[in-house]
């Protein structure tokens, strides 16, 4: 069967804040100028929202840009952050950090705690208002070229292949949406922007991308246990003073508190488990009080870009560009990249309107590689440029090697410190030998506070088609157990939030094989990023398929 066709001038890749943002921004620019642009948004997600996890505590600034009346118009940010609190933990106590001490830029003032997913519900109302087409459910599985290598669009996933790759009754092959521009807005590790990177060298003379894995729960809580627009922080215990990472748990809503936690992907001991430092930092005798008594509502994981600055490749190559997570644009000691995210997308959408008024395509927008780093985005990544990189010296002397950057920056002194630290490694080189690190001793799921995997996975309303070629590829079968298993003790059974990868008896009573539990998977990556050989090789599934946030 012969795939169908579809035409745009702007095909965007991803129904986040980035893609969502650049929609926008073109049919505004479109209405402005009189003229028809036609934009189109693909979403691998059931619905948009369906796989957007973030804290979150979004910078408004980016917002008020694209759409200075959000307030007004029912934007779903309604609890302004009212307090910043930071503490450091260590087993049994914990030590509340002066608010003074911290630099001006770890203020929360002015931004607003809230559920990104239900932002991005609310944005796509924006963009389908204004003219844009947004298709949910269908996963861009294939960038399309020209003769000439540019980029013409993208192709969706066949629909209804089984796992053995046969077509079943219900098969329909995937569509071709060809655009004179396409940008690519999948957030972290996005799979078609991965290929991108390297089909275009986008990468070359940056440094390797960093990354980290938050696993976030949401509670509803008693009335009175409640603090709403409260923003908490966390580090310390219980990881080591070796391993990034930290907490944060943000009071909004009616009642509800996220709950989560980041470990840093760079981390050394393949005994750690990032699942499990969330479901015992909740046991701490300073955060299980607000717990008792309170009801899990959802869970979900997803990884962060860290590298920052250094790790942003370029944007633009010929027929498209990547804007948002699909690049790296977080800043990491604000754990914010949403506005980011959301001017980048714009930028992009505005050197896409200005190529398309001068009848180009397919050719590169050099405007928009200029523009970013003329743009309160570049500024917002360097003033913490050096805080990332400054964590190989420790958690301890790190952050307060970070902390003084941003103080001097925050009083007009960054010229104090001009250079540049690198990030020396790619965060799949850090496991060490299980024989050489200590293991770590969980606490038992108590069913009450701390849980066990596949119950998490259920409340994420994870759903995929069972019935379909596994999305988690294995590029040499024989290095889960000659490797993985043999040097390092199998650490895909532990960095994986949802239970996909265990290594169970082989059949013969003696050897193990790796298991791919595949339809668990919430699409975090962390598997793609951290597997030490870089052997799993993750995928889109049929699309619609994998978790399903709400509130998230």
Known sequence: MARETMDYDVVIVGGGPAGLAAAIRLKQLAAAGSRDVSVCILEKGSEIGAHILSGAVVDPRALTELIPEWKTQGAPLVTPVREDRFLVLTEHKAYRMPTGLLPPLMSNHGN???????????????????????????????????????????ATGDMGVARDGSHKPEYQPG?????????FAEGCRGSLSQT??????????????????????????????HEPGLVLHSQGWPLDNATGGGSFIYHYGVNLVAVGFVVHLSYENPHLSPYDELQRFKLHPAIRPMLDGAKRLAYGARAINEGGLQSVPRLAFPGGALVGCAAGFVNLP?????????????????AAFAALGENRLHDQLHAYDEAWKKSWVYEDLYKVRNVKPGLRFGTLAGTLHGGIHMWLNDLGLGA???????????????????????????PRYDGTLSFDKLSSVFISNTNHEE?????????????????????????????????????VDAGDGT??????????????????????????????????GGPNYSGM
């Open 511 to 544: 050897s193990k094989r790796l298991q791919i539990n595949a339809p668990n998977c919430v699409h975090c990556k962390t598997c793609d990023i951290k597997d030490p050989r870089q052997n799993i090789h993750w995928v889109p599934p049929e699309g619609g």
């Open 334 to 350: 604000r754990i914010k990249g949403t506005h980011n995210a959301m001017k980048t997308g714009m930028l992009a959408a505005e």
């Open 416 to 442: 104090l410190v001009p250079w540049t630290m690198r990030h020396r490694h790619a965060d799949h080189e850090t496991l060490r030998p299980a024989a050489e690190m200590p293991r770590i001793a969980y």
């Open 112 to 154: 607003y705690i809230g559920s990104l997913g239900d932002l991005c519900r609310w944005l796509a109302q924006q963009a389908e208002a204004l003219g844009v087409e947004i298709y949910p459910g269908f996963a861009a599985t294939e960038v399309l070229h020209a003769e000439d290598g540019s980029v013409q669009g993208v």
């Open 175 to 183: 569509m071709e949406l060809r655009a004179r521009y396409t940008l």
């Open 467 to 503: 019935d379909q070629p596994v999305h988690l590829r294995l590029r040499d079968p024989s290095i889960p157990v000659d490797v993985n298993l043999r040097v390092y003790d199998g650490p895909e059974a532990r960095y994986c939030p949802a239970g996909v990868y265990e290594f």
């Open 196 to 225: 991108l990177m390297q089909r275009f060298a986008l990468r070359d003379g940056v440094d390797p991308q960093k990354y980290g894995i938050g696993i976030k729960e949401l509670w509803q809580v008693a009335p009175q246990k």
